[in-house]
Antibody, heavy 122, light 107 residues
Framework: EVKLLESGGGLVQPGGSMRLSCAASGFTFTDFYMYWIRQPAGKAPEWLGFIRNKANGYTTEYNPSVKGRFTISRDNTQNMLYLQMNTLRAEDTATYYC?????????????WGQGASVTVSS | DVQMTQSLSYLAASPGESVSISCKASKSISNYLAWYQQKPGEAYKLLIYSGSTLQSGTPSRFSGSGSGTDFTLTIRSLEPEDFGLYYCQQYYEKPLTFGSGTKLEIK
């Protein structure tokens, strides 16, 4: 059974930094692209970026809306996915989800975590 | 960016009825369209990809149609467990974008 569990959310001041983690289990982690998506309360989900699998060199792509402030990384020895968020703003307040790419289609996510809440406020 | 519009934000229907949820793309996305269900306290669930292909485990009462800019998710013979939020997502180009969601309430 695929499991994705985010952690590391909470309250952070504007301008601050936060790192979210996602513990993955139940599948061969290195075989899959991994994604971060966020969703402000009552709004549409927003794709933040992904990190490719081993076969594609673990390279990353980002939404221009967060490129340069957010960094996605992975620890393949621990089956962990990370999202480093810097220079946080109030508009970054959202629930953050990690997700695994579907085996049957690129850029589609077939397993999601429950989400981690991030609040940016003074 | 490709804008995804779900014009209906809320929909209520009774068990046994059929409903359709629409999603419109701001440009042609061929059939690079996925549908997700989100229920309170649960993880997002992929229902359909490639516009009309059911993900493994998706009940056959769900179907997807459309290509280009206009897409529809249809649920036949609604079951009580079908309540929740439904989102479309385009993956024709990056940045990947989602619709704003349609909340389905079971009467």
């Amino acid at each position: 059974e695929v499991k994705l569990l985010e952690s590391g959310g909470g309250l952070v001041q504007p301008g601050g930094s936060m790192r979210l983690s996602c513990a993955a289990s139940g599948f061969t982690f290195t075989d899959f692209y991994m994604y971060w998506i966020r969703q402000p309360a009552g709004k549409a989900p927003e794709w933040l970026g992904f990190i490719r699998n081993k076969a594609n060199g673990y390279t990353t792509e980002y939404n221009p809306s967060v490129k340069g402030r957010f960094t996605i990384s992975r620890d393949n020895t621990q089956n962990m996915l990370y999202l480093q968020m810097n220079t946080l703003r109030a508009e970054d307040t959202a629930t953050y989800y990690c997700a695994r790419e579907a085996a049957i289609s690129v850029y589609v996510m077939d397993d999601w975590g429950q989400g981690a809440s991030v609040t940016v406020s003074s | 960016d490709v804008q995804m519009t779900q014009s209906l934000s809320y929909l209520a229907a009774s068990p046994g009825e059929s409903v359709s949820i629409s999603c419109k793309a701001s440009k042609s996305i061929s059939n690079y369209l996925a549908w997700y269900q989100q229920k309170p306290g649960e993880a997002y669930k992929l229902l359909i990809y490639s516009g009309s292909t059911l993900q493994s485990g998706t009940p056959s009462r769900f179907s997807g149609s459309g290509s280009g800019t206009d897409f529809t998710l249809t649920i036949r013979s609604l079951e009580p467990e079908d309540f929740g939020l439904y989102y479309c997502q385009q993956y024709y180009e990056k940045p990947l974008t989602f619709g704003s969601g349609t909340k389905l309430e079971i009467k």
